[in-house]
């Protein structure tokens, strides 16, 4: 082999190397360089009594990797206190200014902050739009479900629906979820905004979640079934499977729910269509298990990583004729889909999270 020929070799070798190199960093950096995880967490302790106590709630962020946690409550806890977790993709929150009781929508960096005004809906009562232009929420005393234009800050009334809690709007800013008592059961209705109609899709229900295409999951009686209200006409459920909780992947294709054994409770990933399990956390094997909030599961925006807020399995007690299973401490576990591992990202004994977002820009 001649020294040319030597010289071209290497020259191509170079160019291969340098292409590997660049689809390298574009794959793996720039997937999660700007992204951050939204928790909320508060620290439990005993007062006096022996009384299980909860200090004030805090709001946390750090990087999917489990960098670079920060305190973000610091932001606002000498004026204000937190009141409402409101959504998983823009990281709303709902604050009540000490002094004077109102209540101001703010986001992170927290920074500004919108003055929603002087009442008391219920945290549950709070939701957001998807693209994050519009809040809905449950009036307290006339008990209508209002829309508010976050820019403009102009509202209306979109539905008077009586009783009703936990609204929550579709992707496409088409339809309203939400749920009415009745008698000691929760039913599920769906508000057509185009139409101003309201239906009711089933009793009983637990939870519901918005997925892409104006697909609906929800749980009855531990069964998850999904509507798809892409039109009037079709709005028959259909099983999905055994589980609750569910929350259907950014791009469609996975659903992630929780489903109870015998030792606990799972996490499990399955193929939205076809329904194939492809993924399993098992509480029996980890010691682990996912908290029981409908606020458990929150997808990455890739849709090949989930992150869940986890409770460890503590040794059973026995109090009178009852047993009961023992937390000792709450994690934040992520799971890769693509080579089926998971991570701590954060164990903390005696602190609770109760929600959690996976959210696209870090606006810091």
């Known amino acids: ?22 689809e390298s960093i574009h794959h793996i950096p720039q997937d999660q360089s700007k992204q951050f995880i939204l928790f909320l967490s508060s620290n439990l302790y005993r007062d006096e009594s022996y009384s299980v106590q909860a200090n004030p709630f805090l709001v946390f962020a750090m990087h999917p990797d489990g960098r670079s946690l920060q305190d973000l409550s610091c932001c606002w806890k000498d004026d204000f206190v937190f009141h409402a977790w409101i959504s998983q993709e ?29 009442f008391s809906p219920l945290p549950k009562d709070f939701s957001s739009s998807s693209d994050g232009k519009y809040l809905f929420f449950i009036h307290p005393f006339e008990k209508t479900l209002i829309q508010k234009n976050i820019a403009s800050q102009t509202k209306m009334s979109v539905l008077d629906p009586g009783s009703c809690s936990r609204p929550q709007c579709s992707p496409n800013h088409k339809w309203v979820c939400f749920f009415k008592d009745r008698l000691d059961q929760k039913d599920l209705y769906v508000y057509s905004i185009a139409q101003k109609k309201k239906y009711r899709l089933a009793e009983n229900v637990q939870a519901a979640s918005w ?18 209200l892409v039109s009037l006409s079709k709005r028959v459920p259909q099983k999905l499977g055994l589980g609750i909780f569910a929350k259907i992947s950014p791009n469609g ?6 489903q109870e054994n015998e030792g606990g409770t799972d996490l499990v990933v399955q193929t939205h269509e076809e329904g194939e399990e492809v993924y399993r956390f098992s509480s029996r094997q980890y010691k682990w298990q996912p908290r029981m909030t409908p606020d458990v599961i929150s997808w990455s925006p890739g849709s090949h990583e989930i992150i869940f807020i986890a409770e460890e399995l503590g040794e059973e007690e026995l109090d009178g004729q009852w047993s009961f299973q023992l937390s000792k401490s709450h994690a934040l576990i992520k799971v890769n889909l693509e080579n089926e591992v998971h991570f701590f990202l954060r164990t903390e004994y005696r602190e609770s999270i109760f929600a959690l977002s996976w959210l696209r820009n870090n606006p810091w």
């Open 90 to 118: 823009k990281g709303f929150i709902v604050l009540r200014q000490k002094e004077t009781n109102n209540l101001y929508l703010t986001q992170p960096p927290f920074e500004d902050k919108l003055l929603l005004g002087i």
């Open 253 to 258: 294709k996975y659903l992630a729910f929780l």
């Open 1 to 22: 082999m001649n020294r040319k020929t030597i010289h071209i070799c290497l020259f191509f070798l170079f160019v291969v190397l340098g292409c590997w190199r660049k």
């Open 211 to 228: 997925g892409p295409k104006s697909k609906l999951v929800f749980d009855s009686q531990g069964k998850i079934y999904q509507v798809s």
